[in-house]
């Protein structure tokens, strides 16, 4: 009889246990199964209203803006005696570049001064002529001579003035000056260069840079999408995820033969100069749109048993899973359906999410 006891409150007392451990597993089951310091450290993207438009992604590079770049020339032949800027500085028009020393200056002023001492003699010739010739003491033909003589030294002083105020030197010196306000971009002398005149190369280039070009290459199977006066989206490796509104401007209708590529150009404001010459640059260019509709970024769906699904962040301490429909893919964005404007899907770690949220 002590044994029956005994068994039966072995019995109850492992009845009671297994209740307890049974009620354990319910309470865990129903707490939330993603820790607040994982949902904190969550990534999520708005779910927003779209243009359903296809886009096509080109490569390219900023380059100066043709129309707003001066190149300067030495015109006449010397050696550098002083340099005043350096590449990249901002330059204003008028401003000295570079000082020459030059024996052609020399010789232009040289020839200014004859040139005016010329005319002072000439005149005073023809003056001291006509009196003669009112006197009768002077012939006709020894007047028109001398206006003759007078009006070849006065060429001749106007051909020097203009020499000289093309060349711009005194005291056997040339003076390089900028002709537009902007950035010296090139720059091929040093301090103590030989100059030629007759060199075909600039010694300094100045770019105006608060308007720049893209240039981008556009390969054969996408020539027919592309548009003068597409939008596109311009991105930089210095700052990829900034985005820099522009347009198409200019489609060169021809093909490299060697890289069987066609150009076309964006003109982009530039007003802070963050776009700076030979930069690299991603172009996406935005096609007609076909209409508007909800879309996430593509790396937010989730896969499961053929259907999708997105993470959704419902507020600071909770996460739902939402089924979804993807009804087109475009680029890294998709159109979908099952979600709200407003609403915002996890980015990162979604499946390991989904997997947690999945097995409550």
Known sequence: ????????????TLGMAASCRQHTVIAEKDDNPIPDSIINKTETAPVEMDDI??????????????????KVYALVSGKIKSLSVELGDYVKQGQSLAV?????????????????????????????????YKSNLATEKDLTSARLEFNKASSELNRATQVSSITGGSNATYVLKAPINGTVIEKTI?????????NSASLFTVADLSVVWVIASVYESDINKIHIGDNVIVNTLSAPEKNYQGRIDKIYDVLDPASRTMKVRISMSNPHNELKPEMFATINVKGKSEGRMLSIPSKAVVLDDSKQYAVVKKDKQHLVIKPIQVVKRIGDKSFVTGLNEGDYVVINSQVFLYEALNSK
Request: hydrophobic share 40%.
């Open 53 to 70: 438009a296809e886009s096509v992604k080109l490569n390219g590079k900023v380059i100066p803006n043709e129309s707003k770049q001066a």
């Open 190 to 198: 040093t301090n103590n260069s030989e100059v030629r005149q007759d």
């Open 1 to 12: 009889m002590n044994s029956f006891k005994i068994y039966v409150v072995l019995l109850l």
């Open 100 to 132: 020459l020393q030059s024996t052609e200056v020399a010789g232009v002023a040289n020839d200014l001064s004859l040139a005016q001492s010329n005319v002072d003699i000439t005149k005073k010739n023809l003056e001291s002529t006509e009196e003669l």
